[in-house]
């Protein structure tokens, strides 16, 4: 291995560190503070670990968990976009595709490229892996809302239809924990805390 891969490699691994600043809009259980999007990418890499046995369809774990460990990498440059920011969706793609392209290119080429896999196909949702990749990513969040009094459902004031819409892609993954969340929506919204109906 030359020193000068190394040194790209070196550069790259600094670099993440970044993601450690980067603050999700989602509290951490207890409500005490926000999380950072470095934390949300650990956990639910664990999640994977532990959930991998209701996925639909067979998955190759570690394929996953290096999914889910790259999949928030361009939020050092892009930002963390709140689920439910409509305006912050209407550029999200073209921010993220820059970043994923300046940050996985401080890497040597071909580990460069292998990330950039990783992480379109994760934003594609096509394979079963990325689908439950995408299913781990966004339970985590709905797990927080719901022991957080409602979090920042009731405090964007989202409606059940709109957390429906971001959620219902965990069925496709995984019909078990659909119905789990599910069932912790309608608990939720019974108890009014996200104060919509």
């Known amino acids: ?57 067979p998955i190759d774990l570690l394929h996953v968990l290096r999914m889910v460990l790259v999949h928030d990498i361009v939020e050092i440059d892009a930002g963390d976009t709140f689920a439910y920011d409509t305006q ?8 993220e595709r820059a970043a994923a392209q300046r940050i996985f290119g401080l890497l040597p080429a071909d ?6 896999a990783l992480w379109e196909e994760f934003e594609a949702r096509r394979t079963p892996a990325a689908r439950f990749a995408n ?14 009094g409602g979090g920042t459902w009731h405090a964007a004031g ?12 965990i069925g496709d993954a995984s019909i078990e924990l659909w119905t789990y969340v599910r069932g912790l929506i309608d608990e939720t919204m019974a108890n009014g805390l996200t104060g919509s109906t």
């Open 158 to 169: 989202v409606d059940r239809a709109m957390i429906d819409d971001r959620l219902r892609p």
């Open 135 to 148: 299913a781990v990513d966004r339970l985590m969040p709905a797990l927080q809302n719901y022991h957080n």
């Open 1 to 57: 291995m030359s020193q000068e891969r190394l040194v790209q490699q070196i550069r790259f691994i600094e670099e993440l560190d970044k993601l450690k600043r980067v603050l999700r809009r989602t509290s951490l259980i207890g409500n005490d503070r926000r999380e950072n999007s470095a934390e949300h990418s650990w956990h639910i890499a664990v999640i994977a670990m532990v959930l991998a046995e209701y996925s639909n369809a």
């Open 88 to 95: 912050g969706y209407t550029d999200k793609e073209a921010r």
């Open 111 to 116: 580990q460069g490229a292998e990330f950039q």
